[in-house]
């Protein structure tokens, strides 16, 4: 059982390049999130979707658009990469219906713009 | 929306010692509240969590209370170890299918 897998798990891109962060998830999980992780400033929720075809923005949703076609997939893209965007991206998944429950992180991608 | 302040930003403990960490939360409608802990290079992993129906849970060395109407939460570890050395973080969110806010986190130091 491979859980949540983010691809890829580092990555440089320059200013104003476009690139697409992969989520996959093997649970079944109709809930996924991104999240972007700077110091100190913990966990901040860029996009979310309750299900196929379902997206909304989170605390930080500027810069990055998101599709969720498939239960399993959760693509999180930037269109225009800017030095701001600098961060650790986490992906996560959980069961949220009837009620939410524990969410699975994946481990992260390091994306580095320059 | 819901924010979640979370305090202290570091802490630092010696083996054998208690460590708190305390949450509160704004939104008066938040349900549900999960712990996790995030080692180096890793990912978040939930090591507890509780619902607003209850006031208080353990798991071995690990315990979370909660306090509604004071909408503060907080994560105690008894006897800690040098592996519970850190980064902690609370999150808070309301009823099925919303977002989970996480607090900016605590970063737990435990010395031998």
């Known amino acids: 059982n491979a859980g949540v897998t983010q691809t890829p798990k580092f990555q440089v891109l320059k200013t104003g ?3 697409t962060l992969q989520c996959a998830q093997d649970m ?5 999130s991104w999240y972007r992780q700077d110091p100190g400033m913990g966990l901040r929720l860029i996009h979310y979707s309750v299900g196929a075809g379902i997206t909304d923005q989170g605390e930080v949703p500027n810069g990055y658009n998101v ?3 498939t239960t399993e997939d ?3 893209r930037l269109l225009s990469a800017a030095p701001s965007q600098t961060s650790v991206y986490f992906c996560a998944s ?3 219906y009837p009620s939410n429950t524990e969410a699975f992180f994946g481990q992260g991608t390091r994306l580095t713009v320059v | ?3 979640v302040e979370q305090h202290p930003s570091t802490l630092s403990v010696q083996e054998g010692d208690s460590a708190v960490i305390k949450c509160t939360y704004s ?3 938040s349900n549900y509240f999960p712990w996790y802990k995030q080692e180096l290079g890793k990912g978040p992993q939930l090591i507890i969590d509780i619902r607003s129906n209850v006031g208080e849970k353990k798991d071995q060395r690990i315990a979370v209370t909660l306090n509604k109407t004071a909408k503060h939460f907080s994560l105690h570890i008894t006897e800690t170890q040098p592996e519970d050395s850190a980064v902690y973080f609370c999150a808070a969110s309301m009823e099925a299918g ?3 806010i996480f607090g900016k986190g605590t970063t737990l130091s435990v010395s031998s």
């Open chain 1, 67 to 69: 599709s969720r076609s």
């Open chain 1, 94 to 96: 959980s069961y949220s």
């Open chain 2, 27 to 29: 939104d008066s409608a």
């Open chain 1, 17 to 19: 390049q476009s690139m």
């Open chain 2, 1 to 3: 929306g819901e924010n």
């Open chain 1, 74 to 76: 959760f693509p999180l």
């Open chain 1, 28 to 32: 079944n999980h109709e809930y996924m």
């Open chain 2, 98 to 100: 919303t977002a989970l």
